[in-house]
């Protein structure tokens, strides 16, 4: 009887290890897809930022404001307004 109890409890244990490496595996594998994917995506913004000439877009910048300096006062001022509106502290966090 403690032959039968012995191979019973092998048997379950056996079991779990193969349920524990097909998991291993599963997790490796979903790792792996999700590691290529996120190195992708790094490579191809990099790639778009490498190509982008900032001094270029600055003076395009600079162009347009000097050209409308009332829109780009008001554009300036509504972003402000934006940002203040997002960091502004609510009361409660005031009280606290």
């Known amino acids: 009887m403690e032959e039968r109890t012995r191979s019973e409890g092998e048997g379950a244990d056996g079991e779990t290890a193969g349920r524990f490496n097909r998991a291993k595996d599963y997790v490796g594998d979903k ?13 191809s913004v990099r790639e ?3 190509d982008v000439d ?3 877009i ?4 600079r162009t347009y404001v000097r050209s ?3 829109k780009a006062l008001l554009i300036s001022v509504g ?3 934006l940002v203040g509106l997002l960091l502004r502290r609510t009361e409660s966090e005031d009280e606290e």
Not at 58 to 61: A, C, F, S, T
Request: glycine share 18%.
């Open 48 to 50: 778009k930022v490498e």
């Open 79 to 81: 972003v402000g307004f």
């Open 54 to 56: 900032f001094g270029a």
């Open 31 to 43: 790792y792996s897809k999700a590691s290529d994917a996120m190195r992708d995506g790094y490579n």
């Open 58 to 61: 600055g003076d395009q910048v």
């Open 68 to 70: 409308n300096p009332g």
